[in-house]
T-cell receptor, first 111, second 113 residues
Framework: RKEVEQDPGPFNVPEGATVAFNCTYS??????FFWYRQDCRKEPKLLMS???SGNEDGRFTAQLNRASQYISLLIRDSKLSDSATYLC????????????FGAGTRLFVKA | DGGITQSPKYLFRKEGQNVTLSCEQN?????MYWYRQDPGQGLRLIYY???????QKGDIAEGYSVSREKKESFPLTVTSAQKNPTAFYLC????????????FGSGTRLTVV
């Protein structure tokens, strides 16, 4: 089993739709959680950190469920420009800090 | 503006050739990382360095080498021992002890010809 797993998609949604992605992690030593956005043939860029109490940044909401070991990303009122691959990342504290990335979920927002 | 610069953007390697990918940062970050990304896969850690003159192997270090002689620079050499080097290589940095996300360079796309 991979340490961090994501549904690869693609998710095809119309503009204005609400879409949610989950990311599951297997290591209980996971300490910090992030969502990155990666456009085609570009580097990942940090979208948002995920806090225990959940957090929101405009149309984006991130949540953490430690009991079930997953994080989620909700995008409301999808825009064409939201089309990208969304990577989750988990920092493990195993004596040192190590970041594990998921393989990403592809999102296509269509007019 | 501070950031990470990777060069070249595209690199073509012949069979049996060693090539070096450059990564320079002016963010005053302590830790630097090299990842490899293959289509449909997540980022896999090649090497990382927490401080100058020290570095550790990641999950797929075989066929690669690095150096960290300066805080700002963390070059990656893809040696002829790496049998399948065609991939997208990403350099990243973070301030040690800061559990925020990485800053990535724009990547180098390496192709074997």
């Amino acid at each position: 089993r991979k340490e961090v797993e994501q549904d690869p998609g693609p998710f095809n949604v119309p503009e204005g739709a609400t879409v949610a992605f989950n990311c599951t992690y297997s290591n209980s030593a996971s300490q910090s959680f992030f969502w990155y956005r990666q456009d085609c043939r570009k580097e990942p860029k940090l979208l948002m950190s995920v806090y225990s109490s959940g957090n929101e940044d405009g149309r984006f909401t991130a949540q953490l469920n430690r009991a079930s070991q997953y994080i989620s990303l909700l995008i409301r009122d999808s825009k064409l420009s939201d089309s990208a691959t969304y990577l989750c990342a988990v920092i493990l504290n195993t004596g040192g800090f190590k970041t594990i990335f998921g393989a990403g979920t592809r999102l296509f927002v269509k007019a | 503006d501070g950031g990470i610069t990777q060069s070249p953007k595209y690199l073509f390697r012949k069979e049996g050739q060693n090539v070096t990918l450059s990564c320079e940062q002016n963010l005053n970050h302590d830790a630097m990382y090299w990842y490899r990304q293959d289509p449909g896969q997540g980022l896999r850690l090649i090497y990382y360095s927490q401080i100058v003159n020290d570095f550790q192997k990641g999950d797929i270090a075989e066929g690669y080498s690095v150096s960290r002689e300066k805080k700002e620079s963390f070059p990656l050499t893809v040696t002829s021992a790496q049998k399948n080097p065609t991939a997208f290589y990403l350099c990243a940095s973070i301030r040690t002890g800061n559990l925020s996300g990485y800053t990535f360079g724009s990547g180098t796309r390496l192709t074997v010809v």
